[in-house]
């Protein structure tokens, strides 16, 4: 049962809307009016059929009836009600969509659809005094009806007749071929060393905006007393949308071609400024990076390529990334696979470590040399403070780090995480080329002081002790000839043994002259400094021989065991040997002699000789040890006594365990991987056993 305030709340709502539809005229004669106004309004916005007769309104009469549904606020019921009349009206449009798509494929009745379906819109229209909100409400509702009516072959048909309408490409092209993607393809497909979005622009608004005039804003015309801004509020929509699809197809074409791009750079200078035009534009950063990065998995990470190669690409990567996307979000999610995949390759740093001191033997620096030489970039703690810091791009991961740029010598440093094993494979490659030089010049010391600069003084006091060293050698060289005339055709390389790196051994002993020259060489050395003594390592340096034969004369520069084995043969009754020399080495060293027609193989021998050979192949690649070889080795056997007295004191541990402590251990730079095969080759040997992943030293009997 109703209570008092409850029919006092309906009373006062009840007056109330009386009183709005009445309007304050005496009686109901205000109500009379709005339902006359109401009834014209509705029939007035009813939608009607094509076929039906057209009728005519007092355009007075209808505009006064809105004005009094209006002063009624029920203008926006009746909107309601209008737009509800068009959905039940709808079927009308249906039919006749379903007439003309029987023969839809033909391009006059593609158009004649398309002006019956304008002549429907334009007949349920509201009328322009009713407002831009009631018309924009009718013009959605309409075309979501549309829309959800519609066959799937009408957006192939009205493209067709869309492509009819564009303007040709030139005077003798069919104007269908036009279409905006198409024309991107045609013309900008591989074309890289010029900028083309500026002539892309240029054809869309001669070609295509005069077509958007003509098909979007026929009636927005100055002669229909419309301004300008009305044209260009018309045009707005439409023409973004066109711009958005040419630049969406530009930068999907640059996307797809980037890695060749990136090869052909700097000559690709003007594509990649378009693709960073087109990235402002059109949200494709996460596309470019997965094509990118899918397109280096396939043509660069992989045992194929060459260490140099990929390091050359890479480096061109970050130059041209960093013209794309300064920041260097997309920079850093690239090369992140590369880095790691250059992280696990055993010559990389003696790849980077070759460009450095510009003994590449490639022919091609991966180090600009117009780039003036810094220190090594240190990631710095972001200052807050800073007036001119900027965020970090929404796009970038966690790990990002919006550091200044870095030069290339920097980035490729920080592949690993010291660069102390970039110091000590250049100690390693100097020594090499130092011995290497036979003129005695010492022009590395300009790259010496390069690399002073990027490294610190500290960390190349050993290359600049080895470059004194090669000075004062020839000093001593100079001196030593000049007191003995009968050692003037040799000139030894002195080296300070504890600043070099550890050089191949070898038991090599000089037969015969060389053994004279040797000796008294050293006596003029000893005369010249008293506190040292010469140790030789004859079998580093080369020998160039003038042979004298009875129908020719042969001069060669040969390694010193091939000179000693021609010393051999050339004094017969020498007894003298030479060290202890592998079978393969001394085979080389006879065949060497034999491709030279200075020695003959017996015909006897000459079958085993040929297997020889082909066993010496195989053994150069396989048993020659290198002086890194050398060296890592006897790292690794300093590295397992730290294992061994870990185990003694805390028999089981895990492989991490062992990883993290031996990281206090000066010059420690294994990874997990290399320490667990470290520890398998232990196992083996049956030094150690493993148990559910811990590790114990076995009994040693």
Not at 610 to 627: D, G, I, N
Request: hydrophobic share 40%; aromatic share 8%; net charge negative.
């Amino acid at each position: 049962m109703a209570t008092d305030a409850l029919r006092s709340q309906v009373a006062a709502k009840w007056q109330d809307a009386f009183a709005r539809l009445n309007r304050d005229e005496p009686g109901i004669s205000g109500l009379m009016s709005f339902s006359q106004a109401w009834s014209l309004a509705t029939e007035f916005l009813r939608p009607k059929d094509l076929s039906d007769p057209v009728q005519t309104y007092n355009l007075d009469l209808i505009r006064h009836a809105f004005d009094v549904v209006s002063q009624c606020r029920r203008l926006p019921v009746m909107l309601e009600s209008f737009l509800d009349n068009i959905r039940q009206h709808f079927g009308l449009i249906h039919l006749d969509i379903d007439a003309f798509m029987v023969e839809y494929e033909v391009r006059d009745v593609q158009l004649l659809l398309v002006q019956r379906l304008m002549e429907w819109y334009t007949l349920w229209q509201p009328i322009t005094e009713l407002g831009l909100t009631i018309r924009s409400a009718y013009t959605l509702n309409f075309q979501t009806h549309l829309f959800a009516i519609l066959s799937p072959t009408f957006v192939k048909g009205f493209k067709d007749l869309c492509a009819a309408t564009l303007p040709p490409l030139d005077g003798d092209a069919p104007p269908a071929i036009a279409l905006p993607e198409e024309y991107v393809i045609a013309n900008c497909t591989e074309k890289w060393d010029v900028a083309v979005l500026p002539g892309l622009k240029t054809w869309m608004s001669g070609k295509i905006v005069p077509w958007m005039l003509m098909m979007y804003a026929k009636d927005a015309t100055t002669t229909n007393n419309r301004s300008e801004e009305d044209v260009l509020a018309v045009m707005a929509s439409v023409g973004s949308r066109f711009d958005f699809h040419m630049t969406k197809t530009l930068c999907d074409l640059r996307t797809r071609d980037l890695f060749d791009i990136i090869i052909n750079f700097p000559e690709s200078t003007p594509a990649l400024e378009d693709l960073k035009e087109c990235l402002q534009r059109v949200d494709q950063r996460s596309s470019l990076v997965r094509s990118l990065r899918k397109a280096n998995r396939r043509r660069l990470l992989h045992p194929g390529a060459d260490t140099t190669l990929i390091l050359t690409q890479y480096v061109a990567t970050i130059k041209c990334l960093r013209i794309v996307d300064p920041p260097g979000v997309l920079l850093y999610k690239v090369a992140d696979p590369i880095r790691r995949y250059l992280r696990e390759r055993p010559d990389t740093i003696r790849c980077i470590v070759s460009n450095l001191v510009g003994d590449d033997e490639s022919g091609d620096s991966i180090i600009d040399d117009n780039e003036p030489p810094q220190p090594l970039h240190q990631v710095e703690i972001e200052d807050y403070s800073d007036p001119n810091w900027d965020p970090e791009p929404l796009d970038a991961g966690p790990d990002f780090r919006a550091n200044k740029p870095s030069d290339i010598i920097s980035t490729l440093v920080s592949i690993y995480d010291s660069k102390d094993l970039f110091v000590k494979e250049l100690q390693v490659l100097l020594a090499q080329r130092l011995l290497a030089i036979t003129d005695g010049s010492t022009e590395k010391r300009r790259n010496i002081e390069i690399l002073k600069i990027r490294f610190g003084d500290a960390a190349l006091q050993v290359c600049e002790v080895m470059l004194k060293d090669m000075t004062d050698s020839k000093r001593i060289d100079t001196h030593v000839q000049s007191q003995n005339e009968s050692v003037q055709v040799m000139h030894p390389t002195i080296i300070s043994r504890q600043f070099w790196p550890m050089l191949e051994t070898n038991e090599l002993n000089m037969p015969g002259q060389f053994k004279t020259f040797q000796d008294a060489y050293a006596k003029e050395f000893s005369t010249f400094k008293p506190d040292k003594k010469l140790r030789w390592l004859p079998h580093l340096g080369t020998v160039q021989l003038h042979l004298e034969l009875q129908d020719r004369t042969v001069e060669v520069e040969v390694p010193p065991l091939e000179a000693a084995f021609i010393e051999l043969f050339l004094k017969r009754g020498l007894m003298e040997r030479v060290g202890k020399v592998s079978k393969s080495a001394a085979l080389k060293a006879l065949l060497t002699w034999v491709d030279h027609g200075v020695l003959k193989e017996d015909k006897v021998a000459e079958v085993a000789v040929q297997r020889e050979r082909t066993r010496l192949a195989v053994a150069e690649q396989e048993a020659s040890t290198t002086p890194e070889q050398q060296q890592q080795s006897q790292q690794l056997m300093v590295y397992w006594k730290y294992i061994q007295g870990m185990l003694t004191n805390l028999p089981n541990m895990t492989v991490e365990r062992i990883h993290s402590m031996l990281n206090f251990v000066e010059g420690y730079n294994l990874t997990v991987g290399q320490l667990h095969s470290l520890m398998d080759s232990a196992r083996r040997e049956k030094l150690v056993d493993v148990k559910e992943g811990l590790w114990r030293l076995l009994p040693q009997q």
